[in-house]
């Protein structure tokens, strides 16, 4: 089955921007979505590409998709306090609409 | 946010109890999914919903039934709670079958 992989921590500066990364294992996925969760809530979803896209872009948020090496990216620019949050990744197969998530990177801001 | 709230969300049980845990949603939404969330591992679907009356199973899905008599509501029951299942237990709905969005989460630890 699909394995998605991400970095366990993150740790920038206020202001900076903030790079978080995703490797996924199945060429044929179709669904890439990129979920944000905070202390103690659920996962509230931040946004998603297709993979007919290689870029999405959504105020501070950008995504970029690079299909040949299967590896998905969020960058937020001019990253605040209020980002330190547990950021998934998760892939959905045509197939399947259901995602496989990864094991989310905590992102720590710090002033 | 979604309308989706779930019920207790917090419970602590003894080894060998059943215990039900609720999800409800206002949102008319066709389906709906029943997620694990561990240290380490990200999120596990346990199982998923289709329709009324129409359920499957996730990844980690022994040890664990559903039922889905309306579609407001799916409930997920541990029918001898083991201390394995100690977890957070979350809830998603989706409309189109590709987005979904999350409950509050239920704590449930088994002594």
Same mark, same amino acid.
């Given at each position: 089955g699909e394995d998605v992989e991400q970095s366990l921590f993150l740790s920038v500066r206020e202001? /900076?921007?903030?790079?978080?990364?995703?490797? #996924?294992? /199945?060429?044929?996925?179709? #669904?890439?979505y990129w979920y944000k969760q905070e202390p103690g809530a659920g996962l509230q979803l931040l946004? #998603?590409?297709?993979?007919n896209m290689d870029m999405k872009q959504d105020q501070r948020l950008t995504v970029l998709l690079n299909k040949k090496d299967k590896?998905?990216?969020?960058r937020i620019a001019d990253t605040q306090t209020g980002d330190s949050a547990i950021y998934f990744c998760a892939v959905a197969s045509g197939g399947s609409y259901i995602p496989t998530f990864g094991r989310g990177t905590s992102l720590i801001v710090h002033p | 946010d979604a309308?989706? &709230?779930?019920?207790?969300?917090?419970?602590? &049980?003894?080894?060998g109890t059943p215990v039900t845990l609720r999800c409800h949603q206002t949102e008319n939404h066709r389906y709906m999914y029943w997620y694990r969330q561990d240290p380490g591992h990200g999120l596990r679907l346990i199982h998923y919903s289709y329709g009324v009356k129409d359920t499957d199973k996730g990844e980690v899905s022994d040890g664990y039934s559903v039922s889905r008599s309306k579609t407001e509501d799916f409930l997920l029951t541990l029918e001898s709670a083991t201390s394995s299942q100690t977890s957070v237990y979350f809830c998603a709905i989706s409309e189109d079958g590709y987005t979904q969005y999350f409950g509050p989460g239920t704590r449930l630890t088994v002594l």
């Open positions: 202001g /900076d921007s903030s790079v978080i990364n995703c490797t #996924y294992t /199945d060429s044929s996925s179709t #669904y890439l946004t #998603y590409i297709f993979s590896h998905l990216s969020l | 309308g989706i &709230t779930q019920s207790p969300r917090h419970k602590v &049980t003894e080894t």
